[in-house]
């Protein structure tokens, strides 16, 4: 077993898939990379957050942030709300309530 820290980017990468970690190995980092892990993704998060709000002409970015995250990290977003759906149509993929109950 090896032992290796790894830094912020590092990190993000391995979570989003682009790096592969053999089991045998073992990563340690400094409780700061969790600030700073947040911190990155909560940045990307506010970027395409404000590029949805702009490109819809919102004035805010509340329900931006859903759409973004959206975007950043999911296959579908879940809103009871028929009008934000609609207004987000061709952006991301839209579900209703009911797609929870299913597999």
């Known amino acids: 077993m090896t032992r290796f820290v790894v830094d912020c980017e590092t990190l993000l990468r391995i979570a ?12 340690l980092a400094p409780t700061l990379v969790r600030s700073q892990a947040l911190s990155a993704m909560y940045e990307a998060l506010q970027r395409t957050a404000w590029r949805v ?3 819809l002409g919102w004035e805010t970015t509340y329900d931006a942030e859903f759409v973004a995250l959206t975007q950043l ?3 579908a977003f879940v809103t ?6 609609r ?3 061709g ?5 209703t309530a009911d797609a929870l109950r299913a597999a």
């Open 80 to 85: 009871s709300d028929g009008d934000l759906a």
């Open 53 to 55: 709000a702009d490109q």
């Open 87 to 89: 207004g987000i149509a």
């Open 91 to 95: 952006l991301v993929e839209t579900a």
């Open 73 to 75: 990290q999911a296959d």
């Open 16 to 27: 989003a898939g682009e790096i592969e970690v053999a089991p045998e190995h073992k990563l």
